[in-house]
């Protein structure tokens, strides 16, 4: 009976341990992530202890820097929670940035073309309207899919293109301001527009993004159908002999994955530019893969490093503005920070178990039995992937 | 007008540019940064400058120098428009200047357009006159207004000096594919065009490179791009951006700006022929003196064309 | 000549972490000879062979080839030298060739290219001096199990092994085709080959071979001369004790049938899986269904769960017509399935136990509620079923991955008798468990016939068949042959309907 | 339509089809050896750059497609390392490879070939027309009047069909990429192969680079790749994991593309934003008919853990 406490002392002890070196170890990985990105500025003649100030200082120096990282981390946290979703499922959506277009179009029809309504009502059905837009964009990748067995990573990329060309027809086409002569559709009504906060840029949008996070997270982890989704996503095969429709559970979650892009896509148009036009987005869809990485691909986590994201962007336009260097230069760091976040577990997992058993053996005492290889790979999530066909 | 800080001689003025694109592009956004440079270096003036901003960030920026103190900021394209607009009340020492529109706002909103249907119009009177096929072809890059603008120009140009003329005209959709762009104009010289303008910046020179395998001319946009193929392209349509935003920028630092729209064309010397370079000796006297005569009607104002 | 040791291994030790699964063995090995390796699920039979062949390196110990030392850095060493090893589980690549699966990584000379035409040639002189019967030229995925085994062997030969090792290769084989083999093995041994033979059936070691050496958790008990034991012997030594059948008490007869099936058909792309099955279970029953592995088994228990699609026939519970099932409608009619993969289709490893203990239940009360789970109850039903199914495990959090296979499927076992079956479908209940965790399982699965549950258990270890069933069917190329109750059942002739040797007698009988 | 149209609709689809072909095959070499890439396109504009780089530097062609192929074989090299050795997520390490390859060139391309107005110019692949054969009417026009790469990534197709099918090498990648265990186990060196897939991977990358920027235009533009990298993985996939798939579909897409831009000609008016969705559109087509019917080797993204390092 006191061997069962203390075996269950012990793990608890250890899951915390666990997510706690896990988060030294991401913050550990950006760190040297930045520190490589340093040697790509050195090496391309920038002053890398000043440009990481200039980031420090744009990004979180004052109010304002902070919140234009918010404002970024906004569609950032949109496309992460897509992609994050869909991952837990056992689904690679790479299609966040297709979706993201889709919602804003469907998002912006609803906004121009159903007028006289009051806010309160003309609002929702903006985000409701972008929430299927970037549903329908990824159902069809989830059709393809479950219909025809079509990889829905190269259904998702492919989708990602058309609707970047869908949306510049669009706004140079049919949507295009009556009377302009510019690629843009005409202002949306303020009935449609997401309110400020603080009397700045940033907007309800991202409130609405944090949400969505922490519906997610209880979704995956409180409800009925998140246990079905992490069951189909860990193990397809079992979930299908255990009862579990895999087929519509993989059809549902493309679908509300691409609506939380779409969501994304309508609030970047209603919270920030107010009208639609072509290439609005400069990859947030894509960022959104290593914001979920890096976060986890925990809802929760999610907010984490899209702030993180955010705040690389904001403050690499600030370097920007006063050096000039080019922005190219955060695609460096990211992808550092994801290949870091990626193999984590081959440079650091024996470290990191080493730690753990010391530390736990400090509290509890030592355990005589053997730890399969597997575990650390159970608890991180991450680089691990199952459930795929 | 409220900005007139600038003034001050003491202290350099401050000028900011925002291009949407990368400034090495050898087209739009490279001009944008030879007119600051120019700015620089014949006004004295302290510059900055940040390539590649999207609309989802201008705001972030046109703020961020307005709050550094800079006395100017221009914004090279309509796309910052609407944020400068929404910005330019909260900083009334400081003038915006949107390049390629036609906004304007009291106190210190400003805009500066070239008369890209007039662009257009010349480049198509040249490449209709050197045309021995009777087909000549414009390629647009991104689908905005200056390209749109300056291709419908040059299928007026064109139809207007010789009216038998055929004009082939279409839109790549972006600035970046070179390689498509190349085939675009080789398909359009295939189809009998021999003289080919490419206006799409980055990808734009795919059209030049392409008349130069198919020894065929072209004619080269916004920029003198004879070095680029010293026998292919007779001459370019130079739209001096730089020119203009240095005038622009010249008054404001005199107190003489008003918050309202330019447009500047060949009338204002904004727009004007790059030298035939190598050319000048193959192009038949005839037709030289026929290119005069459009600049010169142009130029007096014989001719207008709106750039509506 | 006849005692020449060909290999030997000195104190041999291999560990996988804390666990020791290989404990110090010392073997001999002689040339010519057909040596069996027996012992129980786990007890490191596949370990030793891994190292002898190069899969694995050996912690402590020696092993000496031809007298002299080796260590083998890779199975390509240990071919060089002249061991190979026939895996438990096939090591063939279904989308090439025979030739290019039996060639791959052999160099014929300097030549980069792949001498095709000459390697069919070399294969088929092999083939025929062995009488391997194998047709070079096929493809590995279109030839039947029999065939890939001959294709491994002759993998083996190509490389000029003199040493072959055979894990289990009775396993997936129908009767007919391991008569076959044992004259291929036969063949080998008149041409000098030694050949170590893996297998759980007493029966067939005393028909091949010469020697057997027995191993029980990690350490080799001893090696005789197959000639002087009896199989009470071998299997005291393998198990540590006498074989104890479990008690079983008869069944009252009578009972309502609950759960019967008739005409069953099913095919995919043309080829016939299940051929008009019927079969009736009453209350309180358990219907054996044995037959050699790959017969329909696993088709089988899918179709009655409706993950596999009919032609024809119909599923009946307590009378009424079932229609179209799906495993989450069967399972609300009490209808509990362990399946045959624990691992793939039973438990999604990488949750814990709590979780895959509700996998069954977690869209009713007290689960959730409102779509919501209810975490506490959860755990507590977890905290409750291990305390019950006494399960080996940290704590109900923890991932089911990190349990042992006997303790993976207890958990699943708990999880289907939470359902309160009426019905219980079990396929190889007991695979790769020990005798010990088997027992378990097999006292829970009479429990559960005792109040009153009809069992259908398919299993291809025939003593797990005659032990719990009350009637036993046997089933064949998707047909069930026979339907005998367990008294008038007889070994022999259950052998012979597993070998398709007799003529489908009797049509199925429904009860 | 003419013959003429004909021949130079034919000469352009090979044109265009020749960087996705390089491409393409490029990917082949690591999706049979069981490497999933959607790096490709990052792949791609590196060696763009090394392309024009090298030529600038050195002054000649040659020297530009050695830094190509030598960039390619680097970063295929890194790619090997991070998707073989340390087993990561294939598909969010080609993610990321995307990624470096946006900025480094961008941030490279710079520092290495300036910031000025006027763009650097190189030595580019010279058109060579073949002799007698490019005098064939028609025909001769179109196929014999190519320049240097393109008839070598048509010489590459045969040449890797006999790599693939005819040599002991080719049949090691072929078995690692369906049953890496069952290949380790005959002793052959999965990671050693997969390797050695990536890093041929990578130099076609980098010469499909090459065939963009010097082949095309002698310069490097920012992101001239333009999706290349992406449809070249559909034209594997649609080419059924063959050489000569992948090269039918290549053409497929190039001519695809050819058409594309000359349909206007034809007179035929549909908003020029539709004709940029055809490729990806066809290549979602050809996937769903597809499905199920191809035959993706069946290690695909799957790490592998080899015999040899597990005892350790
Ligand atoms: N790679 C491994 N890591 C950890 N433990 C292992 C590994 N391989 C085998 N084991 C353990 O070693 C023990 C012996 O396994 P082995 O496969 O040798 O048994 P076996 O006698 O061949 O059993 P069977 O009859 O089921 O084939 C088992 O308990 C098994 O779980
Ligand atoms: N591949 C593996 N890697 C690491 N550890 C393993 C591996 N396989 C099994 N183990 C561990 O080895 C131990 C023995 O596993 P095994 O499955 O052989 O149990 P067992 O002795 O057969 O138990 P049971 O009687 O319950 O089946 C367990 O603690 C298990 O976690
Ligand atoms: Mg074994
Ligand atoms: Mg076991």
């Known amino acids: ?265 309508y609030a970047e148009i209603a919270g920030v530019q107010n009208r639609l036009f072509q290439n609005f987005s400069p990859g947030f869809g894509y960022d959104g893969i290593a914001v979920a990485l890096v976060g986890g691909a925990h809802p929760l986590g999610n907010i984490g490093s899209a702030i993180l994201f955010g705040g690389l962007r904001s403050g690499a336009n600030a370097m920007q503005r006063m050096t000039g260097t080019s922005t190219s230069l955060v695609y460096v760091i990211q992808a550092t920070i994801i290949i870091l976040v990626v193999c984590n577990r081959y440079w650091f997992g024996g470290l990191k178990k080493r730690i753990i058993a010391s530390l736990t053996a400090r509290v509890v005492g030592r355990r005589s039995d053997a730890r399969p290889e597997e575990n650390v790979a159970v608890v991180l999530g991450i680089g691990e992937r199952e459930g795929r066909s | 007008g409220g900005a007139d800080s600038g003034g001050d001689a003491a202290e350099p003025l401050k000028v900011a540019l925002l291009t949407p694109g990368p400034i090495n592009d050898n087209g739009w956004n490279a001009t944008a940064y030879a007119g600051l440079t120019l700015i620089q270096e014949e006004l004295g003036a302290e510059t900055a400058y940040s390539e590649k901003v999207g609309n ?176 292919t392209v007779v001459t370019s349509v130079i739209q001096d951006y730089p020119q203009a935003m240095k005038v622009v920028v010249e008054r404001i630092s005199k107190g003489e700006m008003k918050a309202e729209s330019q447009l500047l064309g060949v009338k204002e010397g904004a727009i004007y022929l790059a030298p035939f370079h190598g050319f000048e000796d193959k192009i038949p006297q005839e037709t030289k003196d026929k290119i005069e005569a459009i600049v010169a009607s142009l130029m007096d104002g014989v001719k207008v064309i709106s750039n509506e | 000549m006849e005692t020449e040791i060909i290999l030997e291994t000195l104190e041999l030790v291999k560990r996988f972490g804390s666990f020791t699964a290989n404990d110090r063995l010392s073997l001999a090995f002689r040339k010519g000879e057909i040596h069996a390796l027996l012992g129980e699920n786990g007890a490191g039979k596949s370990t030793l062979m891994n190292m002898l062949s190069g899969m694995l390196s050996p912690d402590e110990g020696q092993i000496l080839f031809r ?35 039996v060639a791959l990584g052999m160099k014929q000379g300097r030549s980069p290219f792949f001498g095709y035409k000459r390697a069919c040639a070399a294969i088929r002189e092999l083939s025929d001096r062995f009488g391997l019967d194998v047709d070079p030229e096929k493809r590995v995925s279109s030839l039947s199990v029999g065939q890939q085994q001959r294709v491994e062997i002759m993998k083996t030969l190509f490389r000029g092994a003199d040493f072959i090792i055979l894990d289990e290769p009775t396993a997936v084989l129908t009767p007919p085709e391991v008569k076959e083999l044992f004259r291929v093995l036969r063949t080998l041994k008149e041409n000098g080959k030694t050949i170590v033979f893996i297998s759980h059936k007493l029966k067939e070691i005393r028909e091949i071979c010469d020697r057997v050496s027995v191993l029980r958790l990690g350490k080799l008990i001893g090696t005789t001369d197959q000639a002087d034991t009896t199989s009470a012997d071998l299997a005291r030594m393998m198990i540590g004790r006498d074989i104890q059948a479990p008690i079983r008490r008869t069944r009252e007869s009578g009972g309502r049938v609950r759960f019967e099936a008739r005409g069953l058909h099913a095919s995919e792309n043309g080829v016939r899986l299940l051929k008009n099955i019927s079969f009736g279970i009453r209350e309180g029953e358990i219907l054996g269904i044995a037959g050699v592995d790959g017969n329909g088994q696993r088709e089988l228990s899918e179709a009655l769960l409706g993950l596999l699609p009919m032609q024809a026939g119909s599923v009946l519970l307590d009378g009424e017509e079932l229609g179209r099932r799906h495993p989450r409608r069967m399972t609300a009619l009490g209808v509990a399935y362990i399946p045959e993969d624990r691992q793939k289709d039973g438990l999604v490893l ?134 005998m109750d367990r008294e008038e059942a007889e070994l022999d002739r259950i052998g012979m309907l597993m070998a398709g040797a007799l003529p489908n007698a009797a049509e199925a009988i429904i009860h | ?162 790599l693939f099918y005819k040599t002991n090498w080719g049949l090691q990648v072929r078995a690692v990429g369906e049953h890496p265990l069952a290949a380790d186990t005959l002793g052959i060196r999965v990671h050693k192969t997969r390797y050695a897939c990536c890093v041929i991977g990578g130099m076609l990358a980098g010469i499909a680079g090459c065939s963009l920027s010097l082949g095309i235009l002698n310069q490097f533009t920012e992101n001239m790749a333009a999706g290349r990298g992406f449809i070249a993985l559909s034209a594997v996939i649609f080419g059924k994991w063959t050489p000569g798939g992948t090269m039918a579909a290549s053409l497929l897409f190039g001519g695809a593309d050819a058409l594309q831009l000359r349909f206007q000609s034809f007179g035929i008016q549909i908003p020029y934003q539709f004709m940029l969705m055809f490729p990806y559109l066809l290549t979602m087509i050809a996937l769903a008919w597809f499905s199920g019917k191809g035959k993706q080797p069946a290690a695909t993204a799957v790490p592998y853990k080899s015999l040899s390092n597990r005892s350790e």
């Open chain 1, 1 to 265: 009976m006191a061997q069962e406490m203390r075996a269950t002392i012990h793990e608890s002890l250890e899951r915390k341990l666990n997510v706690l070196t896990d988060i030294v170890f991401y913050a550990g990985s950006v760190a040297i992530a930045l520190l490589a990105g340093g040697l790509v500025m050195l090496v391309a003649g920038v002053s890398p202890i000043e440009a990481y100030k200039l980031i420090w200082d744009g990004a979180v120096g004052d109010a304002n820097g902070f919140k234009e990282t918010l404002v970024k981390a906004t569609p950032l946290l949109f496309a992460g929670l897509c992609y994050t979703f869909a991952y837990r499922c056992g689904l690679f959506n790479i299609g966040a940035e297709g979706q993201l277009y889709v919602g804003a179009l469907a998002g912006t029809v609803a906004a121009l073309y159903v007028p006289g309504l009051p806010w309160y009502v003309h609002l929702p059905v903006c985000i409701l309207a972008g929430c299927a837009g970037g549903a329908i964009w990824a159902g069809i990748a989830g059709f393809l899919k479950v219909g025809r067995g079509a990889s829905e990573i190269i259904n998702t990329i492919m989708l990602n293109y058309v609707a970047i060309y869908l949306v510049s027809y669009m706004v140079t086409g049919p949507m295009k301001e009556p009377g302009g002569t510019l690629p843009q559709t005409a202002r949306l009504p303020d009935s449609a527009l997401l309110g400020k906060l603080f009397d700045s840029r940033l907007h309800y949008g991202f409130l609405l993004a944090v949400a969505a996070a922490i519906l997610l997270y209880f979704i995956l982890h409180r409800t009925v159908w998140g246990y079905e989704i992490r069951a189909v996503g860990l193990n397809k095969q079992a979930a299908k002999v255990m009862g579990i429709p895999v087929n519509r559970n993989v059809l549902l979650v493309m679908m509300l994955s691409g609506a939380i892009a779409g969501i994304g896509g």
């Open chain 2, 56 to 231: 989802s960030d201008a705001a972030e920026f046109i703020r961020g120098y307005a709050e550094d103190g800079y006395d100017v900021i221009i914004g090279h394209g309509f796309e910052y428009g609407d944020v400068m607009k929404e910005i330019a009340p909260d900083f009334e020492d400081t003038w915006f200047l949107v390049n390629s529109s036609t906004l304007s706002q009291e106190p210190n909103l400003a805009s500066l357009s070239l008369n890209n249907s007039e662009q257009g119009y010349l480049m198509g009177s040249i490449a209709a006159l050197m045309s021995q096929t009777g087909k000549v072809a414009a390629i647009g890059g991104s689908e905005i207004p200056p390209i749109t603008k300056s291709v419908q120009g040059f299928e007026l140009g064109a139809k207007e000096t010789v009216p038998s003329i055929e004009v082939l005209t279409t839109m790549l959709g972006g600035d970046s594919d070179v390689a498509k762009a190349k085939e675009t104009a080789i398909s359009f010289i295939e189809e009998g065009a021999d003289v080919v303008m490419t206006n799409a910046n980055q990808a734009g020179l795919g059209g030049i490179e392409a008349a130069k395998q198919k020894g065929v001319l072209a004619i080269g946009s916004n920029q003198d791009q004879n070095p680029n193929a010293p026998d």
């Open chain 3, 67 to 101: 007298g002299r030392p080796v260590a083998f850095a890779s199975p390509r060493e240990a071919a060089r030298e002249g061991i190979g090893m026939v895996h438990q589980h096939f090591m063939l690549i279904p989308a090439l060739t025979v030739a290019e699966n």
């Open chain 3, 350 to 483: 990488q949750m814990s136990i709590e979780e895959n203990l509700i996998a069954k239940e977690y869209r009713s009360a007290p689960f959730s509620r409102g779509g919501i789970v209810n975490k506490r109850k959860v755990k507590l039903n977890a905290e409750e079923q291990i305390r019950k199914f006494s399960v080996k495990a940290p704590g109900p959090g923890a991932p089911v991955g990190r349990l042992s296979g006997g303790n993976q499927q207890k958990v699943i076992l708990a999880r289907e008798l939470m359902l309160n079956p009426g019905v219980m479908i079990a396929m190889q209940p007991t695979r790769g468990m020990d005798v010990g965790a088997a027992e378990n399982v097999h006292r829970r699965m009479l429990e559960a016939r005792d109040r009153g549950c009809s069992v259908l258990l398919i299993s291809t270890e025939l003593e797990e068949i005659m032990t719990l069933s009350d009637r036993i069917a046997v089933l064949y190329k998707g047909e069930l042959l026979d339907t």
């Open chain 4, 1 to 162: 339509m003419n013959e003429e149209v004909v021949v130079s609709f034919l000469a352009a689809a090979i044109r265009l089809s020749v960087p996705l072909l390089l491409a393409g095959i490029g990917i082949l070499f690591m999706s049979r050896s069981g490497i999933l890439n959607i790096g490709m396109e990052g792949m791609v504009l590196m060696g763009a750059l090394a392309g024009v780089v090298g030529a600038h530097y050195y002054g000649s062609m040659e020297a530009g497609l050695l830094a190509s192929v030598l960039a390619g074989a680097f970063i295929g090299l890194v790619f090997a390392f991070l998707v073989v050795t340390t087993g990561a997520d294939q598909v969010v390490i080609g993610t990321a490879i995307n990624l470096l390859g946006l900025g480094l060139t961008t941030v490279f391309g710079r520092s290495l070939l300036g910031m000025g107005q006027e763009a650097v110019q190189a030595e580019g692949i010279p058109v060579i027309p073949i002799p007698i054969l490019a005098d064939i009417p028609y025909v001769g026009e179109a196929l014999f009047h190519q320049n240097l790469l393109a008839y070598a990534s048509f010489l590459l197709v045969p040449a890797a069909a006999l």
